[in-house]
């Protein structure tokens, strides 16, 4: 019993030192997220993605980089990009380097991991993106796939004559405002959907530290493509968004696992799931679908190996790096930070206790009156 009391209080330890150093940049890239939401129109952003087999693809992966989106966030968004002409090329590479990155997972991979790393992945993510995009359109002509939406006509007031004139448009909110709803869109509605993944990040990787031994990592996840492919079977089935997969990597690498290796769990992980490949399916189709997987698998294995040969080629100890990790912050604003960052987290933490009891109590479904009021993530 006292062994494992013993190690709860390590875990918890070990999670709560990776919350004081992931807190602040959480918060920076939350803010940031905030004001990509207000500031970017999504009619914009549509009338780039649909026309050219390659530019399409180009802008769609780069347009998802800084969006904070996990892996089952991103689908009706994506299906929204789609439904207004996007082909299916740019739609996939929206797909994949949106939930592979965001400025959020930026943001705590320079926390917990190191510059190096911080750069490597949303690089690794752009070529993955754009790697399956360009497949897509290649092998599916632009002609063969579906024609955006209409747009409805624009609406109209008239008067008692019968004389009609176009509606008056809604005057754009002031930058004061703006600022106001993207600081609340981010606290409510970016961390309401990654609140409850983040902290299960963090204790997974907590318990990790403390519990698998130094050694059968290094054995079987330590680097090279064997371990690579083995990190693709743990990462394509596993829902996991970018923010609560980088603690578990920095517990992997200072565990003995390789950066490269580490890379490999952090594009496959947030990119891919098995509850998302039936959306997929009807998104892009199946061909699409089976050349958007093999692009994530093999783009992230090369890009892994490269990632281990430039560490190596430099003399850059991970490990170390990540040790150092702490040091970056005072600790008073690491500390301020979590706090903060734990009482914003106190309402989107409650309402998936209230759904998870809820469906636990009565059976019901996410959708139905009795549940509908706790929310899910």
Request: hydrophobic share 50%; aromatic share 6%; net charge positive.
């Amino acid at each position: 019993m006292m062994n494992v009391i013993i190690f709860f209080t390590d875990a918890a330890a070990a999670s709560w030192q990776l919350l004081l150093q992931s807190a602040p940049y959480m918060l920076l890239g939350l803010l940031v997220g905030g004001l990509l939401k207000v500031f970017l129109s999504q009619e914009y952003v549509a009338r780039h993605l649909g026309s050219s087999r390659f530019s399409s693809v180009i802008k769609a992966a780069l347009l998802g980089i800084p969006i904070p989106l996990c892996s089952c966030s991103v689908l009706p968004a994506a299906a929204s990009l789609k439904k207004q002409g996007a082909n299916k090329g740019a739609t996939a590479a929206f797909l994949i380097s949106t939930p592979e990155s965001g400025v959020d997972s930026i943001a705590i991979t320079y926390a917990l991991l190191d510059p190096l790393m911080t750069v490597a992945r949303p690089i690794a993510a752009f070529i993955s993106a754009m790697t399956a995009g360009i497949g897509i359109n290649l092998t599916q002509p632009l002609a063969a796939q579906e024609q955006p939406t209409s747009q409805p006509a624009p609406k109209t007031s008239c008067d008692c004559s019968g004389t009609c004139s176009p509606s008056p448009t809604k005057t754009p909110p002031s930058l004061i405002r703006r600022l106001k709803l993207g600081i609340r869109y981010a606290a409510t509605d970016i961390w309401g959907d990654l609140a409850g993944w983040f902290f299960v990040g963090i204790m997974a990787a907590g318990i990790i530290t403390v519990l698998i031994p130094d050694e059968i990592i290094a054995n079987y996840l330590g680097g090279g493509l064997s371990s690579m492919l083995l990190m693709l079977c743990l990462g394509i089935p596993l829902y996991i968004c970018a923010t609560a997969s980088t603690p578990i990597a920095a517990a992997f690498i200072l565990k003995g696992v390789s950066p490269g290796t580490a890379l490999v769990f952090l594009l496959v992980g947030p990119a891919t799931n098995v509850t998302s490949l039936s959306v997929l399916f009807g998104i892009l189709g199946k061909q699409a679908t089976a050349i958007y997987l093999t692009a994530i698998a093999v783009v992230a294995v090369l890009c892994g190996l490269a990632l281990d040969l430039v560490y190596a080629s430099l003399g850059i100890s991970a490990i170390a790096i990540i040790a150092e990790s702490s040091e970056i912050l005072p600790p008073a604003i690491s500390l301020l930070s979590a706090l903060l960052l734990l009482i914003l987290s106190i309402s989107p933490l409650t309402a998936i206790a209230k759904n998870w009891f809820c469906r636990e109590k009565s059976g019901c479904g996410c959708h139905t009156s009795s549940c509908s009021t706790a929310g899910h993530t």
